[in-house]
Every structure is written in structure tokens, then in C-alpha cells.
């Protein structure tokens, strides 16, 4: 039976549609006869236009195909056979962005012909498809590893919905909350940064505002900023410099990292497109000429936005270092906690049929927290475990858990957790809740993520027989657990008036083929769509007020 939640789609190179190879050392002579910058400015517009959205009936894909490929490779991309074709992704270019840097030649500036373009990007991507081929994807293990390594290189970036929920967080959140117990984080942050985090997050926002022009303005000019490009606004130029600076590497210091990792090696045999390490930290270059590129725009939004937190640590080294590192993820879990809070809190203001509950460690008799939030809806609930952590670079650009135990291990001790909180539940050990113990039909188990986990439904599989191996959540009276991220709590609050978190999880276990195991949020998007379920408008009134409060004031010339 057909599977109405997880597609995949097939990227297509050279040899997809031509039925030939271009070899890597043909391709980084043809990227030696043209600048680096040339280079740099094409791969950042593509990313652009892949990143962020530019109309419902607009298409990237056939877009840059028919901006950038030569006659012959454009005609075939329109094949029935290619119809649905990937020939633009992250991974390609990260690959063509790191073998510009090292082997482009700025010698002299002349314009790329299109031929060579074509070349470029067709066998770019097969060198990217080649790693999967070799490390041998047909396995279910090793598909899942797939899935990890091209999740967490592919997510979806949804910018607007990154820069509100770091509001939430790190200004709204935080003003509840002390960092420590005299000083706010706004101090801390001014202390460490030079400013505080909402100013960060207006700063944060001008970085990319090139990318918001209209298609025609953003595809016909440089990606490249010029040194006063930020001169628009209203910020002042040292903040500006402070943020930049935060964010910015220099490119002899790129250069020399990027030699060190792609010179004379077989591209096709190790996941280069996928690591996003020299990016992730630093997504911005600063040339020779002291003009700044974007190098990985979703890197920016995620600088700028989820990783925000760790500006403070810029200039500070070794045992100082990892000690501010470990307060503030420390910190940082505390405020996702609060805010997955207030978000249940809203969903009960908006639907009546729900109550939530938190047991703080002081309300029980061994003083440990039993689940970060309980919601609850008639003889059912859920139990929520928040996690925030980050896994490590190497991990997401290979998805070889053995390899860092980490990932496995966080969904088996927050089951661990669930299954604690449910035992003092149903022994009567927590009093207060708006439901009888002894009548509770269900409990929903879900784990709460602050970073995406790529859930393909394999990989939710895995999870839960790993999960079960450990010997945690196998009573009858657990549903399946479900991996979600915050998105996905976010995303049904716009349905929840209509349909509840405790009514959607039903209906994904209700035996409908394939549901379960399916990411949560193809899931629910299908399901919306089928039964024409109206958004309440709560995720847009979240952006407006965004917009509204932390940008506008700095944009008065710009945007008005």
C-alpha cells in the first residue's frame, strides 16, 4: 500500500540525465578558471532561493534549471521520467562551496558560461550521491543513517518561525527566568556580548535581509554585502561589527581549513557535502576585499536564531570556556522547559476539553520532576519530556549513532523518565490531577526536540525498538512513543481548537497504514488537508508580533 507520509525524492546529476560522468578532477579544473567570488555569489543566491519560500506556486528547482542550466541539460530535466527531480540541494552545494574556496582562481573576473555551470552542479551532486552509494544505503540500519545524515542537512528552515521562537525563548522566556541567582540574562548578555538578546536578534535578522528582496531584485543583483550594506538601519555600527564578528571568518583562515579537509581526497567516499562544520559556527566569509558572503544561509538562521545562546562564549578559552558552555545548556534547557509550558498553557485556554499539569520536584516526596509537562483530555494524556540538546557535528553529517552514543541514549533515558512519571501517576504517589488513576486508558509518551530529529518513519521504528530493548514503555497501556520538535507543538496550536494534540496522536494510532511511524508533522499536514482543518492563525500572530516588536523599530527607512 502506498505510503501518504514519507516521500523521497531523487536527486538527479550528470549521470541521471545524461547517462555519463563528469570526473572530480574535471570539475575543479573547470571551478579553477573562474574567481572564487563569482563562485560563491551563484552558490549563495541558489541557496536562497532554496531556503526560502518565494510564493505557494513557485518552484525552485524548475526556476534555477531555467536560469542556469544550457539548453541540452534543460531539456532533458523536462523528461516525464524527471518530472519530480531534485537537481538543486544543500548537499551539492556545500560540496561546490568548499571546492570553490580552495581551488577557484581570483586572478582575473571572468563571467562563468552557462555550459560550465551545467557541468559544475550536475556532477557536483553526483559526487554528493556517490557517499550514500559507497557506505552502502539498502540496509535498514544503514538506511537510517541515511535518513539522519540527509535530515539534518535538508530540514526545513522556516525563518520566521526560528526568529519567533527565539523571542520566546531568549527575551520572553528569559525575563522570567535568571541565569543566575543575581543576574538577569540580559545583563549576562550585555556583560558578554555588548548588548542585549533582542538587539542581537534585530541584528541577526539585518544579516539576512538580503535574502528577502523580491525574485527579480535578489536573482539580478550581487549576494555578495558590500561594507556598508548595514549603514540602512538604525543600529549602531559597533553592535553591528560585534555580531558580524561573531559570525564572520576570515578566507585565508577558511581556505586553509577546507585544503586541509578536501585537498587530493575522493569526494565521493567521504561525506563532505554533509558536513556543515566549517559553516556552522562562522556562516560568513569575509573576502580579501572586505566584502562579506554567506556561505550556508540555513546556518545563519540557525546562528542566528537556536544558537543565539552561544554569542556569550566568543573570546572565552579552555576551562572558562566549557564552564560557561555547560551553564548556558543548562540554561538553555530550563527555558525550553518553560516554554513547552506555556505552550500547553495556551492550548488549554483555546479548548476546554484539555488540562495541563506540571509537578515541579518540590510537590513530590523525592523531589524529582514527574514529566516536564502532563496535558490531559478525558481518561488519556500525554507525557512530555523536553530535550534540547544538540548533537555533535560528525554525528549528523554521518548518522552513525554507534559512533556517538548520545543519540540513541537521549530517547532511551527520556522514556525512562516518561515511564517513571506514569508509575508514581498511576500509584496515586501525585495527587492533583484532573484525572482518576485507576480510570486512565492511554498514555502518550513524546519526547519533545529544540532541534529537529530527521523522523522518517524507519527511523521512528528504530527509535522505538531500541526504546523497547532497554525494557521501557512495553506496558499495554503506552501508546507508540513519538519523537516531536517544538515545531510540530507549534504547528498544532493553529488546529487546536478544532482538533486536539490528545485527538491528533489518536488518529495517528488508529491503524490508518503507515500513520504511527510517520513523521508527525507529514502526518498532520495530511490530515489537516484532508479534513480542511482552518488554522486559528496563532503561529501568524506570533510572527506579526515578532516583526512588529523586535524589527520594525530598526528598519523605519528600510521598511515602512
Known amino acids: 500500500m502506498d505510503n501518504d507520509y514519507e516521500h523521497l525524492k531523487l536527486c538527479q546529476g550528470q ?35 532554496l531556503t526560502i519560500p518565494r510564493g505557494r506556486d513557485f518552484d525552485p528547482q524548475k526556476f534555477l534549471a531555467e536560469n542556469l542550466f544550457c539548453p541540452s541539460a534543460l531539456e532533458r530535466t523536462k523528461r516525464p521520467a524527471n518530472s519530480n527531480s531534485v537537481f538543486f540541494t544543500y548537499g551539492q552545494l556545500n560540496l561546490l562551496r568548499k571546492l570553490a574556496i580552495v581551488y577557484g582562481n581570483d586572478s582575473n573576473q571572468t563571467e562563468i558560461e552557462k555550459i560550465d555551470i551545467s557541468k559544475v552542479l550536475l556532477a557536483t551532486q553526483d559526487i554528493h550521491n556517490d557517499y550514500d552509494s559507497f557506505v552502502h544505503t539498502g540496509e535498514y540500519e544503514n538506511f537510517c543513517k541515511s535518513v539522519l545524515r540527509n535530515g539534518y542537512l535538508n530540514g526545513v528552515t522556516d525563518q520566521a518561525t526560528l526568529f519567533y521562537r527565539a523571542k520566546k525563548m531568549y527575551v520572553d522566556q528569559s525575563a522570567k527566568l535568571p541565569i543566575y541567582p543575581n543576574q538577569t540574562f540580559d545583563d549576562f548578555f550585555r556583560q558578554r556580548v555588548g548588548l542585549i538578546p533582542q538587539d542581537a536578534l534585530s541584528l541577526n ?3 539576512a535581509t538580503p535574502f528577502f528582496q ?72 569575509r573576502l580579501p576585499d572586505g566584502r562579506l558572503v554567506c556561505v550556508n544561509l540555513p546556518c545563519l538562521f540557525e546562528k542566528s536564531t537556536q544558537n543565539a545562546i552561544w554569542m556569550p562564549t566568543k573570546g572565552s578559552s579552555g576551562t572558562d570556556r566549557q564552564t560557561l558552555v555547560n551553564h548556558l545548556t543548562h540554561y538553555r534547557g530550563l527555558l525550553f522547559e518553560e516554554y513547552l509550558k506555556e505552550l500547553c498553557s495556551i492550548m ?19 523531589h524529582e520532576e514527574v514529566g516536564d509537562s502532563i496535558l490531559i483530555q478525558g481518561n488519556k494524556l500525554i507525557i512530555f519530556e523536553a530535550k534540547s540538546r544538540q548533537f ?3 554525528f549528523k553529517m554521518t548518522g552513525n549513532w554507534e559512533k556517538d552514543q548520545t543519540f540513541i541514549t537521549t530517547f532511551v533515558e527520556a522514556s525512562q523518565q516518561v515511564e517513571t512519571a506514569a508509575t ?30 530527521p523522523m522518517h518513519g524507519k527511523l521512528q521504528r528504530l527509535i522505538r525498538q531500541k526504546v523497547a530493548e532497554a525494557g521501557y514503555l512495553t506496558d499495554a497501556i503506552f501508546a507508540p512513543l513519538e519523537v516531536m520538535t517544538i515545531d510540530d507543538i ?3 496550536l493553529d488546529a487546536v481548537d478544532t482538533i486536539t494534540l490528545v485527538e491528533l496522536l489518536d488518529e ?28 486559528s492563525g496563532w503561529q501568524a500572530e506570533q510572527v506579526e508580533r515578532t516583526w512588529r516588536e523586535v524589527f520594525q523599530p530598526y528598519f523605519r527607512d528600510k521598511f515602512k
Open 205 to 207: 535578522f539585518a544579516l
Open 348 to 366: 488549554i485556554s483555546k479548548n476546554q476539553k484539555l488540562s495541563f499539569k506540571h509537578i515541579p520536584p518540590e510537590a513530590t516526596v523525592d
Open 424 to 453: 508514581k501517576i498511576r500509584s496515586r504517589k501525585i495527587t492533583g490531577l484532573n484525572i482518576d488513576p485507576n480510570n486512565i486508558e492511554k498514555i502518550y509518551p513524546v519526547i519533545v526536540t529544540y532541534e529537529p530529529v
Open 214 to 285: 523580491t525574485m527579480e531584485t535578489f536573482w539580478g543583483q550581487t549576494a555578495i554585502l558590500p561594507t556598508n550594506y548595514f549603514g540602512l538601519t538604525e543600529i549602531d555600527q559597533a553592535q553591528i561589527n560585534s555580531i558580524i564578528d561573531s559570525m564572520t571568518i576570515d578566507f585565508a583562515v577558511i581556505k586553509d581549513a577546507l585544503t586541509r579537509e578536501i585537498h587530493k581526497k575522493k569526494l565521493g567516499e567521504l561525506p563532505v557535502g554533509y558536513g556543515l562544520s566549517a559553516f556552522r559556527k562562522t556562516p560568513l566569509v
Open 508 to 535: 495517528k494510532n488508529s491503524g490508518i497504514p503507515h500513520a504511527s511511524e510517520a513523521n508527525f508533522h507529514n502526518f498532520v499536514s495530511q490530515y489537516v488537508s484532508t479534513y480542511t482543518v482552518l488554522s
Open 490 to 492: 507549534e504547528r498544532s
Open 392 to 394: 555533535l557535528e560528525p
Open 15 to 49: 549521470k541521471g540525465l545524461f547517462r555519463n560522468e563528469i570526473s572530480q578532477e574535471e570539475v575543479i579544473e573547470i571551478i579553477a578558471r573562474y574567481p572564487t567570488s563569482l563562485w560563491l555569489d551563484l552558490f549563495s543566491k541558489i541557496d536562497g532561493f
